[in-house]
């Protein structure tokens, strides 16, 4: 019975080596032929000749720099050609070199201001954060040192008399007074 349970499994084994090889051997169906066509496509890149152009080489080896006037370091503009030749008698001034004018800075960011109002402050005595307290008119917004407002603005530090903040799309910081309510608002 041994012999042949090994005999089984050695037929068997023998059939799954010869189905591999003939699968990797024979390949079906067009999925393997079009495999084939965009790979000879990729061979192909679209140049008629692939030799050396030795006529454009020769070309360019025949080429003389010309002089500009133009300094191709600088971006300021060239000086213009002197008009016109001059006289037996006129003296040949040299060429003047443009100055370039040094890059104008761009302009420093500013940081945008609170779209709303900030009218008060609360603290309590037991060492907790301040909290500013602001308004757009209809909603009043309760915010702690360290919060965002509107999504915005990050608090920085709540005194007396002013809060700072920083935008927090661009790091810039600002500050807001304390804006006095009148009897009427």
Same mark, same amino acid.
Request: aromatic letters at 8%.
């Given at each position: ?14 059939? @799954?080596?010869?189905? @591999? ?20 496509? @990729?061979? !192909? ?10 006529? !454009?080489?020769?070309?360019?080896? !025949? ?12 971006? +300021?503009?060239?000086?213009? +050609? ?18 370039? /004018? ?5 302009? +420093? ?7 709303? !109002? #900030? #009218? ?18 209809? /909603? ?12 915005? #603005? ?13 935008? @927090? ?17």
């Amino acid at each position: 019975m041994k012999q042949r349970a090994q005999l089984a499994l050695f037929l068997i084994l023998a059939a @799954v080596a010869g189905a @591999v090889w003939y699968v990797t051997l024979h390949p079906r169906g067009p999925e393997v032929s079009a495999a084939a066509g965009e790979i000879a496509a @990729v061979d !192909k890149l679209g140049v008629d000749n692939p030799q050396l152009h030795w006529w !454009k080489i020769a070309s360019a080896r !025949k080429t003389t720099y010309e002089y500009s006037r133009r300094n191709i370091f600088s971006a +300021a503009a060239a000086v213009p +050609a002197p008009q016109g030749r001059p006289g037996k008698g006129a003296a040949v001034q040299p060429p003047l070199h443009a100055v370039p /004018q040094p890059p104008v800075p761009p302009p +420093a960011p500013v940081v945008a201001p609170l779209p709303v !109002k #900030f #009218f008060g402050y609360a603290s309590a005595p037991s060492r907790s954060p301040h909290r500013a307290f602001f308004t757009d008119g209809e /909603q009043v917004y309760v915010v702690g040192e360290g919060e965002l407002l509107l999504g915005r #603005f990050r608090i920085v530090r709540i005194e007396i008399n002013r809060v700072e903040y920083e935008e @927090v799309a661009t790091g810039l910081r600002g500050s807001a007074i304390l804006e006095e309510q009148s009897p009427g608002s």
